[in-house]
C-alpha cells in the first residue's frame, strides 16, 4: 500500500510537470507581447526593449524554459503582470478559500448524495423514485453559474422582496462581510458560514444529483446479489443487510469515482467563485486570463492540477482502506 | 443492427432525440421562426426591460420580454439555439474524430507507443476542463472557431479511452484474424474492420460530449471568452442578464432552461444508448 502510494506520488508529480511544461511553451508561443501589456501602450520602444530585458524576454526560449522551471519548482512563480505583487502570494491567498469551498461541498455532495442514492434505492420503481431520478437528471443538466444565479435571486434580492423570514436571506458576494474584522470570533464564524451557504448550496445540489444518480444504481447492482441474499436469510434487520452489506460493496466503486470526479468538481467551483466573488484560486484565473495576466495562468492551471492529483492520491489510500483486498502486502 | 432497435425502444433515448430534434428544428428555421431581429434595438428607454409577454411600444407581444438593450428575448433564444447546436455539434466532431484516432492508433500500435499515448490520455483528462480552456482562450482572441476548437482538443480523452479498449477488445476476436490471415494491410484492417465495429461505444461519448460542449459553450461565452457579443449564445445572454437580475430575472434565468434542455436531452440519449449497449457500464460525466 505504502508502495502504491509512493508511485502515485511520483506519477503525479510527473503530471504536474508535464502540465507546466506544455503551459509553459503554449503561452510563450502564443501571439501578444508580455512586455507590451507591462510598459502599457504610451511607453516606446526604448522602455519596451528595457521590459523585455528586465522580463528575460531576449534570451532563447529553451534557455528561458529551463531557468522558469527552475525557478518555478522552489516556489518563485513569477510577478503577477496585473497585480505587481508575487503570483505565489497572490495564489497562497487564494487556495485556502478554494480548499474550504470545494472540501465542504465534496463532503456534502457525498453525505447528500448516499443519501438520496440509498433511498431511491429502496423505493425503487415507485412514482417517488422515479420524480427523484427525473429531478436528479435536471439539477444535474443545470450549469453551475446559472443554479448560483437562481440562488441569488431566490435568497439574496427574493427573500427581502417577498417578506420570507431573515433566517433565509443570505449574502451574494465574498466570503466575509465588509465589517467581519469589527465581530467577535463567534460573529465572525457566524458571518462566515452566512457566506459560504450559497456558493456551497449550489455546487453540493449539482454534486450530489450526479452522486445520487451513481449511487442508486450500484446500490441496485449489489442488492440481488447472492451475499446480500444470505445476510438476509441470516436473519439481519433490513438496516443491517443495508448498511454492512449492500452500502459497503456499492462504496467501492464510489470511491473511485471521487478520483474521476474532481476535475468536474473544480470546473465548477471556478464558475461559483466568479459568481459569488469569492476570492478563491478560480477566480484569480478567471481574472488574470481577461487581463492577459500569463504568470496567474501557468501558475493557477499547475495548482489545479496538483489538486486533482492530491485528491485521487488521497482517493486510492481511502480505497485501499475500504478494500481489505488492497491492504495484504502480498502482490 | 439489433443495438439499434434497443435504443429506438428505450424511452429516455427516444425523448432525448426528440428534444434534440426539436431544437435542430428551431436553429435551422431560426429566421422564420424568430418573431424579431435578435440584435436589433430600437429606442432603448422605451423597449428595454419589458416582461413577458408585454407589448412593444410598435404594438408587437414580446413573448419573453426584452434584455437591457430593447432586444427581443425569444429572438435571441431561438438565434442561440444555432450557436449551441452548431459549437456542440462541430466540437464533439472535433473530440471524437481525434479521439478515436488516437486510442486506434494506440491498440494497433501497441508497445511503447500505447503507454505513451495513454499517459498523455490520463494526464489531460486529470485536469479540470474548464482549467484547461481558460489557458488555451487567454492565449487567443474569442470567437466562435476558436470556441469550437478548444472544447474540441480538450473533449478527445473519455473518446480515445473508449475506442482504444473496444478496438483492442476486437482485436482478439476471430474475424480479426481471418482478415489478417486473408491478407487485410494494417490500414485496412483498422478502417474497414475496426473503426465500423468500434462505433456504437464511440456514438455514446459522442452524445455525452454535445451536451458537454454544449454547457461548456454557454459558460465560456457567460465568462466573457467565447461568442463575443452581439451575436446571442445562451452563455453570454445569461451573462448580460447578470448585471440585471433584480430588474428583469428573465433575461438570466430563461436561457439557462435552454441550457438544461439540451444538457439533459444529451444526458437521456447517452443514457439510454449505454444501457442498450452495455447495462453494466456507467459513468459520471464530466463537464
Not at chain 1, 445520487?212 to 439481519?236: E, N, S
Not at chain 1, 492529483?309 to 483486498?325: F, H, K, T
Not at chain 2, 480515445?160 to 489478417?180: N, S, Y
Amino acid at each position: 500500500m505504502l508502495r502504491r502510494a509512493i508511485v502515485r506520488l511520483f506519477t503525479g508529480i510527473a503530471l504536474i510537470f508535464a502540465v507546466v511544461t506544455i503551459t509553459f511553451f503554449l503561452v510563450n508561443l502564443a501571439p501578444g507581447d508580455p512586455a507590451r501589456l507591462w510598459v502599457g501602450p504610451g511607453a516606446g520602444q526604448m522602455e519596451l526593449d528595457a521590459a523585455r530585458r528586465a522580463l528575460g524576454l531576449d534570451r532563447p526560449l529553451v534557455a528561458r524554459y529551463v531557468t522558469w522551471l527552475a525557478d518555478f519548482a522552489r516556489g518563485e512563480w513569477g510577478t503577477s503582470l496585473a497585480q505587481q505583487r508575487p503570483v505565489s502570494r497572490v495564489l497562497f491567498d487564494a487556495l485556502p478559500h478554494t480548499l474550504l469551498l470545494s472540501g465542504a461541498s465534496l463532503l456534502l455532495t457525498y453525505v447528500g448524495g448516499i443519501i438520496v442514492g440509498m433511498f431511491q434505492a429502496v423505493k425503487r420503481r415507485t412514482s417517488l423514485d422515479t420524480m427523484i431520478t427525473t429531478a436528479t437528471m435536471v439539477v444535474y443538466g443545470m450549469p453551475a453559474y446559472w443554479l448560483a444565479l437562481v440562488l441569488v435571486l431566490l435568497f439574496s434580492y427574493g427573500t427581502a422582496r417577498h417578506g420570507w423570514p431573515a433566517v433565509l436571506q443570505f449574502p451574494a458576494l465574498g466570503a466575509a462581510g465588509l465589517d467581519a474584522d469589527f465581530l467577535n470570533p463567534w460573529g465572525r464564524f457566524l458571518d462566515r458560514v452566512e457566506h459560504l451557504v450559497l456558493p456551497l448550496t449550489t455546487l453540493a445540489l449539482i454534486g450530489i444529483a450526479g452522486t445520487a444518480r451513481y449511487v442508486r444504481g450500484a446500490v441496485l447492482d449489489v442488492q440481488d446479489l447472492d451475499y446480500v441474499r444470505t445476510a438476509r436469510a441470516k436473519g439481519l434487520t433490513p438496516a443491517g443487510v443495508g448498511l454492512r452489506h449492500v452500502l459497503r460493496n456499492a462504496l467501492l466503486p464510489l470511491i473511485t469515482l471521487l478520483g474521476l470526479s474532481l476535475p468536474a468538481l473544480f470546473s465548477g467551483t471556478v464558475f461559483v467563485e466568479v459568481i459569488f466573488a469569492w476570492p478563491g484560486v478560480g477566480r484569480e484565473m478567471v481574472g488574470a486570463v481577461g487581463a492577459r495576466d500569463y504568470p496567474v495562468v501557468v501558475a493557477a492551471t499547475a495548482v489545479f492540477a496538483a489538486l486533482v492529483v492530491l485528491g485521487n492520491i488521497l482517493a486510492d489510500l481511502l480505497y485501499a482502506v475500504a478494500d481489505p483486498r488492497l491492504r495484504s502486502p502480498t502482490r | 443492427m439489433s443495438t439499434w432497435r434497443a435504443v429506438i425502444r428505450d424511452r429516455r433515448a427516444v425523448t432525448g432525440l426528440a428534444m434534440l430534434a426539436v431544437m435542430a428544428v428551431v436553429a435551422l428555421a431560426a429566421p422564420w421562426l424568430a418573431p424579431a431581429d435578435p440584435m436589433a434595438q430600437a429606442d432603448i428607454l422605451e423597449t428595454r426591460f419589458l416582461g413577458p409577454l408585454a407589448t412593444g411600444p410598435d404594438g408587437t407581444i414580446r413573448w419573453l420580454g426584452t434584455d437591457q438593450l430593447g432586444r427581443d428575448l425569444l429572438s435571441r433564444l431561438i438565434f442561440g439555439t444555432r450557436i449551441s447546436l452548431s459549437v456542440g455539434l462541430l466540437a464533439a466532431l472535433i473530440a471524437v474524430v481525434l479521439g478515436t484516432a488516437i486510442g486506434a492508433i494506440a491498440a494497433t500500435g501497441g508497445g511503447a507507443l500505447e503507454r505513451v499515448l495513454m499517459a498523455v490520455t490520463d494526464a489531460v483528462l486529470a485536469l479540470p476542463r474548464l482549467v484547461l480552456l481558460l489557458a488555451l482562450v487567454a492565449l487567443f482572441q474569442p470567437g466562435f472557431w476558436l470556441v469550437v476548437l478548444v472544447i474540441g482538443f480538450t473533449g478527445w480523452m473519455p473518446v480515445a479511452r473508449l475506442a482504444r479498449a473496444e478496438v483492442k477488445g476486437l482485436l482478439a476476436r476471430p474475424f480479426i484474424e481471418a482478415a489478417t490471415a486473408a491478407g487485410a494491410s494494417r490500414g485496412r484492417l483498422l478502417l474497414r474492420h475496426l473503426l465500423p465495429n468500434a462505433l456504437t461505444p464511440v456514438v455514446v461519448a459522442a452524445a455525452l460530449g454535445i451536451g458537454n460542449a454544449i454547457a461548456l459553450e454557454a459558460g465560456l461565452s457567460f465568462l466573457g471568452l467565447g461568442i463575443p457579443a452581439p451575436t446571442p449564445s445562451w452563455g453570454n445572454m445569461i451573462s448580460s442578464g447578470r448585471d440585471a437580475l433584480v430588474q428583469a430575472p428573465w433575461i438570466a434565468t430563461l436561457p439557462g432552461l435552454a441550457i438544461v434542455a439540451a444538457v439533459v436531452a444529451c444526458n437521456l440519449i447517452g443514457d439510454g444508448v449505454r444501457d442498450a449497449l452495455d447495462p453494466q457500464a456507467r459513468t459520471f460525466g464530466s463537464v
